[in-house]
């Protein structure tokens, strides 16, 4: 490579000692986090310290404090709390208190304090860092530390990160344990549907978030709930009768259930709590309805952390640590957080501060939380037909492709925006396949109730690109006057859709709006960060990792070699690998050789001679076409004979998951909503002298997460950017990843910090790699 990394140069702790702390209520994650800043304060030589029992471990100091190997954090990665304990603690709030913290902080020359907490527990370490020099001169004047010790030590840094199930801090999309937390309530909602719908029952679910209706919001829409209730949308004057009239309607459609969701801290316009309670007593007064009420209480910060937050919160971890090594005396502190898949430092007090002035107004409303609640309004309630447009347009949907976790909400929400927009909605069965037969109904609202929490594909779905039955299709699609299409799928739909815009000279039936919407577990669709199934894949994939994990550690020594799908892609095996904490991850983008596999196995050789007697290597199903799952299992275990034995699994279909992850349930929604209405503006402007004619590029689009944002992009341009022999995206962002897993596993890998911040990988561990400059 050309240029030399300023890694070691720039970012070296050696003489550095940085100490992590969990304060305020546990989440889901924090385990992740801990480990993530232990590992790279370790990896660049700095010493690493818990900090047990939150600030009040600080101010006690004695075993409270103590300094930590890399072993301490091994298999903390799928613990659900905070195994070095959290605590609210009173003595810190009093300056006795920090300066007895202070004094415990010098004496093991911990000068950089990692905080993973709420708004409280960060607003608290600011104030500790302000109060810094005076407190060292206190005590110099005290005779406990020497003026030398005060000069040594002379500022403190201070790095956050926000653990916190509500999602309620300003500046980060997501917040550690959001995600799990919403899998905790989405499990219960599930289980409660299938009671529910047996008895024709109206249950009431109260959830956390006292002034952040977040998790009511997303799961309120991730389940397709009839009302809900958050603290930043107080109902209108009459709600009462609102709502009865809306279970009532829903009765009449012979819908069995209805679901009420209750944020804890919900109230009406009047400023008056709306309790569970209250509103289960007012189902039964007014409708006579068989309701029960579900607290879930603390279950939402229970479990499992969920695959997102185990990877957002080791990516937190190392740049967190990037971040203090960093730091000078003029640098704020400041809180390590994520906008769209980038990892971004924002100054703590200035997120603090904009919390507190938003709750004091109560619009606390993000971009994503008002486009949630949008949403839900959107899809929920079905105004009376009299109420709806009329545009005799017809809009067909179908799947395309592999079954994916989602599709049937992203199915759902384009039938109901449809209806909503004035459209008739067809739906196709069996892809283009079914097309070309002509298996194609009209759809209507409630046709599609219940869908969101379905997995795989309720339309039924093929790989058949249209290629062959051009003739057939555009032969239905003038029979049924179809005046635009939504295919829902992963890499073949967008190139069904490239087809069908290559078809338009010969057919004028395929000159409509078309939209592409990416539905794949590999993740594979370029144009796209994400694609809808991927986090329900993961989660599976890395579910059944911890439980092979699991199985390991009764039997010394053994390494298990796992094989996850996704075709060429190794987006599943690499965020796989980071979420379960695998020690080696074989992907077709990062080429490798029997060097390679070679130090790997040496690795594993050295790790087992540590209090860790376990390995997990994760190999993508087509990485390499010779060193085969059955090569690397072979491999494996001729070299380590005598030191560790093997297994081998090959995970198959069950990636495909079952019931959808909140994730994608609310993201194939939500995109889905977003096509919708593009595909009406569409129709829109192509409709001249009573028909519409689009065949210009920007008429057919793919909708994918770009960072933050959902961009249209016309399927035409996105041609550049693809590898259609390997059917996938030239670039893709996860790959900057890879050094992390490497590190966080123990890898002599290393890191570049660019002038943006971000991470770039500069050293390879094979010099065919080196040569190629590849990624």
């Given at each position: 490579?050309?240029?030399?990394?300023?890694?070691?140069?720039?970012?070296?702790?050696?003489?550095?000692?940085?100490?992590?702390?969990?304060?305020?209520?546990?989440?889901?994650?924090?385990?992740?986090?801990?480990?993530?800043?232990?590992?790279?304060?370790?990896?660049?030589?700095?010493?690493?310290?818990f900090?047990?029992?939150?600030?009040?471990?600080?101010?006690?100091?004695?075993?409270n404090?103590?300094?930590?190997?890399?072993?301490?954090?091994?298999?903390?990665?799928?613990?659900?709390g905070?195994?070095?304990?959290?605590?609210?603690?009173?003595?810190?709030?009093?300056?006795?208190?920090?300066?007895?913290?202070?004094?415990?902080?010098?004496?093991?020359?911990?000068?950089?304090?990692?905080?993973i907490?709420?708004d409280?527990?960060?607003?608290?370490?600011?104030?500790?860092?302000?109060?810094?020099?005076?407190?060292?001169?206190?005590?110099?004047?005290?005779?406990?530390?020497?003026?030398?010790?005060?000069?040594?030590?002379?500022?403190?840094?201070?790095?956050?990160?926000?653990?916190?199930?509500?999602?309620?801090?300003?500046?980060?999309?997501m917040?550690?344990?959001?995600d799990?937390?919403?899998?905790?309530?989405?499990?219960?909602?599930?289980?409660?549907?299938?009671?529910?719908?047996?008895?024709?029952?109206?249950?009431?679910?109260?959830v956390?978030?006292?002034?952040?209706?977040?998790?009511?919001?997303?799961?309120?829409?991730?389940?397709?709930?009839?009302?809900?209730?958050?603290?930043e949308?107080?109902?209108?004057?009459?709600?009462?009768?609102?709502?009865?009239?809306?279970?009532?309607?829903?009765?009449?459609?012979?819908?069995?259930?209805?679901?009420?969701?209750?944020?804890?801290g919900?109230?009406d316009?009047?400023?008056?709590?709306?309790?569970?309670?209250?509103?289960?007593?007012?189902?039964?007064?007014?409708?006579?309805?068989?309701?029960?009420?579900?607290?879930?209480?603390?279950?939402?910060?229970?479990?499992?952390?969920?695959?997102?937050?185990?990877?957002?919160?080791?990516?937190?971890?190392?740049?967190?640590?990037?971040?203090?090594?960093?730091?000078?005396?003029?640098?704020?502190?400041?809180?390590?957080?994520?906008?769209?898949?980038?990892?971004?430092?924002?100054?703590?007090?200035?997120?603090?501060?904009?919390?507190?002035?938003?709750?004091?107004?109560?619009?606390?409303?993000?971009?994503?939380?008002?486009?949630?609640?949008?949403?839900?309004?959107l899809?929920?309630?079905?105004?009376?037909?009299?109420?709806?447009?009329?545009?005799n347009?017809n809009?067909?949907?179908?799947?395309?492709?592999?079954?994916?976790?989602?599709?049937?909400?992203?199915?759902?929400?384009?039938?109901?925006?449809?209806?909503?927009?004035?459209?008739?909605?067809?739906?196709?069965?069996?892809?283009?396949?079914?097309?070309?037969r002509?298996?194609i109904?009209?759809?209507?609202?409630?046709?599609?109730?219940?869908?969101?929490?379905?997995?795989?594909?309720?339309?039924?779905?093929?790989?058949?690109?249209?290629a062959?039955?051009?003739?057939?299709?555009?032969?239905?699609?003038?029979?049924?006057?179809?005046?635009?299409?939504?295919?829902i799928?992963?890499?073949?739909?967008?190139?069904?859709?490239?087809?069908?815009?290559?078809?338009?000279?010969?057919?004028?039936?395929?000159?409509?709006?078309?939209?592409?919407?990416?539905?794949?577990?590999?993740?594979?669709?370029?144009?796209?960060?994400?694609?809808?199934?991927?986090?329900t894949?993961?989660?599976?994939?890395?579910?059944?990792?911890?439980?092979?994990?699991?199985?390991?550690?009764?039997?010394?020594?053994?390494v298990?070699?796992?094989?996850?799908?996704?075709?060429?892609?190794?987006?599943?095996?690499?965020?796989?690998?980071?979420?379960?904490?695998?020690?080696?991850?074989?992907?077709?983008?990062?080429?490798?050789?029997?060097r390679e596999?070679?130090?790997?196995?040496?690795?594993?050789?050295?790790?087992?001679?540590?209090?860790?007697?376990?390995?997990?290597?994760?190999?993508?199903?087509?990485?390499?076409?010779?060193?085969?799952?059955?090569?690397?299992?072979?491999l494996?275990?001729?070299?380590?004979?005598?030191?560790f034995?093997?297994?081998?699994?090959?995970?198959?279909?069950?990636?495909?998951?079952?019931?959808?992850?909140?994730?994608?349930?609310?993201?194939?929604?939500?995109?889905s909503?977003?096509?919708?209405?593009?595909?009406?503006?569409?129709?829109?402007?192509?409709?001249?002298?009573?028909k519409?004619?689009?065949?210009?590029?920007?008429?057919?689009?793919?909708?994918?997460?770009?960072?933050?944002?959902?961009?249209?992009?016309?399927v035409?341009?996105?041609k550049?950017?693809?590898?259609?022999?390997?059917?996938i995206?030239?670039?893709?962002?996860?790959?900057?990843?890879?050094?992390?897993?490497?590190?966080?596993?123990?890898?002599?890998?290393?890191?570049?910090?660019?002038?943006?911040?971000?991470?770039?990988?500069?050293?390879?561990?094979?010099?065919?790699?080196?040569e190629?400059?590849?990624?």
């Amino acid at each position: 490579m050309d240029h030399q990394p300023k890694f070691f140069e720039n970012l070296s702790g050696t003489g550095k000692a940085i100490g992590v702390l969990t304060s305020g209520g546990d989440a889901q994650g924090m385990n992740a986090a801990v480990r993530a800043v232990v590992r790279m304060g370790i990896y660049v030589k700095a010493k690493v310290y818990f900090v047990y029992e939150g600030y009040q471990g600080m101010v006690d100091g004695g075993d409270n404090i103590v300094e930590v190997s890399w072993e301490s954090v091994s298999s903390i990665l799928q613990v659900g709390g905070t195994v070095i304990g959290s605590a609210r603690c009173k003595s810190f709030r009093t300056r006795e208190g920090r300066l007895q913290a202070a004094y415990n902080l010098v004496q093991r020359g911990i000068t950089n304090l990692c905080v993973i907490g709420g708004d409280g527990s960060l607003t608290g370490a600011n104030l500790f860092r302000e109060e810094w020099s005076g407190l060292l001169e206190e005590l110099a004047q005290k005779g406990k530390i020497d003026e030398e010790a005060v000069k040594k030590y002379a500022y403190l840094n201070i790095v956050g990160m926000v653990g916190s199930i509500d999602n309620d801090f300003c500046g980060t999309d997501m917040t550690i344990g959001t995600d799990s937390a919403l899998h905790r309530i989405i499990e219960v909602v599930d289980a409660i549907m299938t009671t529910a719908q047996s008895h024709q029952r109206t249950f009431v679910l109260e959830v956390m978030g006292r002034h952040c209706g977040y998790l009511a919001l997303v799961s309120a829409l991730a389940c397709g709930a009839d009302w809900v209730f958050i603290p930043e949308y107080p109902p209108e004057e009459g709600w009462e009768d609102s709502m009865c009239v809306k279970l009532s309607e829903n009765r009449a459609r012979k819908k069995r259930l209805n679901i009420i969701i209750v944020a804890e801290g919900a109230i009406d316009c009047h400023n008056k709590p709306i309790t569970s309670e209250k509103v289960k007593d007012l189902v039964v007064q007014r409708l006579g309805f068989d309701t029960r009420v579900t607290i879930l209480g603390h279950v939402q910060r229970g479990g499992t952390p969920s695959a997102f937050d185990r990877i957002l919160a080791s990516r937190m971890g190392v740049e967190a640590v990037l971040a203090l090594l960093e730091a000078t005396p003029a640098t704020p502190a400041c809180v390590v957080s994520l906008s769209g898949n980038q990892a971004v430092r924002l100054p703590l007090m200035e997120c603090v501060q904009m919390f507190t002035i938003l709750l004091m107004l109560v619009t606390y409303l993000f971009r994503s939380f008002e486009n949630n609640l949008n949403t839900y309004k959107l899809l929920s309630h079905k105004k009376p037909d009299a109420e709806l447009p009329k545009t005799n347009f017809n809009v067909a949907v179908l799947n395309v492709g592999a079954p994916a976790a989602g599709m049937n909400a992203a199915v759902r929400a384009a039938v109901r925006v449809g209806i909503t927009e004035g459209h008739k909605m067809f739906a196709v069965i069996d892809g283009f396949e079914g097309f070309a037969r002509g298996k194609i109904k009209e759809i209507s609202w409630g046709d599609v109730g219940g869908w969101t929490g379905q997995g795989g594909s309720i339309l039924g779905t093929k790989r058949t690109l249209p290629a062959k039955y051009l003739e057939k299709i555009a032969d239905q699609m003038r029979t049924n006057n179809i005046n635009a299409l939504m295919v829902i799928g992963g890499f073949e739909a967008y190139e069904s859709c490239l087809q069908l815009h290559e078809a338009r000279s010969r057919f004028e039936e395929f000159c409509v709006p078309i939209c592409v919407l990416p539905a794949t577990i590999s993740n594979n669709v370029p144009g796209t960060d994400f694609s809808i199934g991927a986090d329900t894949a993961l989660n599976a994939i890395v579910e059944t990792c911890d439980r092979i994990k699991q199985s390991a550690s009764g039997t010394k020594r053994r390494v298990f070699i796992i094989e996850t799908m996704g075709g060429y892609c190794g987006y599943l095996a690499n965020m796989g690998a980071l979420a379960a904490g695998a020690d080696a991850a074989y992907i077709f983008e990062e080429q490798f050789d029997i060097r390679e596999l070679q130090a790997n196995v040496e690795h594993l050789t050295e790790k087992m001679k540590t209090s860790i007697q376990r390995g997990l290597v994760l190999r993508n199903e087509n990485c390499n076409e010779n060193y085969t799952t059955d090569f690397i299992y072979q491999l494996y275990s001729e070299e380590g004979k005598g030191v560790f034995d093997c297994r081998k699994n090959v995970l198959g279909h069950m990636q495909q998951g079952g019931a959808p992850s909140p994730f994608d349930r609310n993201f194939g929604t939500k995109i889905s909503a977003k096509a919708m209405q593009w595909i009406s503006k569409k129709l829109k402007e192509t409709y001249r002298k009573g028909k519409v004619f689009a065949n210009t590029d920007d008429s057919v689009c793919l909708l994918g997460m770009r960072r933050r944002n959902l961009v249209f992009q016309p399927v035409a341009e996105l041609k550049t950017e693809t590898d259609f022999v390997h059917r996938i995206p030239k670039e893709q962002w996860w790959l900057k990843l890879r050094p992390l897993m490497k590190i966080l596993a123990k890898y002599k890998t290393s890191y570049d910090v660019s002038d943006s911040g971000q991470l770039e990988h500069v050293a390879m561990h094979s010099p065919k790699e080196a040569e190629t400059g590849a990624i």
